[in-house]
Nanobody
Framework: QVQLVESGGGLVQPGGSLRLSCAAS????????MSWYRQVPGKERELVAS????????NYAVSVKGRFTASRDNAKNTLYLQMNSLKPEDTAVYYC???????WGQGTQVTVSS
């Protein structure tokens, strides 16, 4: 059974950093492109970043480019999102997902506030 467990969220001041993790199981993690999404209540889920199966290629939403970095450790079946220079508008629940698979984790809350 596919499981995705996000962690690492929390409360951080503007300009601060957080590193999110996503532990994956139940599928061949190294064979899939993985993505990070975020959602604010009342809004649609937004694609934040994607990383290819081998971790060579990445893509980012314009709003986070230059501040967020997606990476992965295929030996550990884990996806990461390093978030720097955080802004209040980054406040959301963050989710990881393999776009090719219809499974979501529970998400991790990120709150950027002074």
């Amino acid at each position: 059974q596919v499981q995705l467990v996000e962690s690492g969220g929390g409360l951080v001041q503007p300009g601060g950093s957080l590193r999110l993790s996503c532990a994956a199981s139940g599928f061949t993690f190294s064979g899939y492109t993985m993505s990070w999404y975020r959602q604010v209540p009342g809004k649609e889920r937004e694609l934040v970043a994607s990383i290819s199966s081998a971790g060579i290629n990445t893509n980012y939403a314009v709003s986070v480019k230059g501040r967020f970095t997606a990476s992965r450790d295929n030996a550990k079946n884990t996806l990461y999102l390093q978030m720097n220079s955080l802004k209040p508008e980054d406040t959301a629940v963050y989710y990881c997902k393999a776009p090719a698979l219809n499974y979501w984790g529970q998400g991790t809350q990120v709150t950027v506030s002074s």
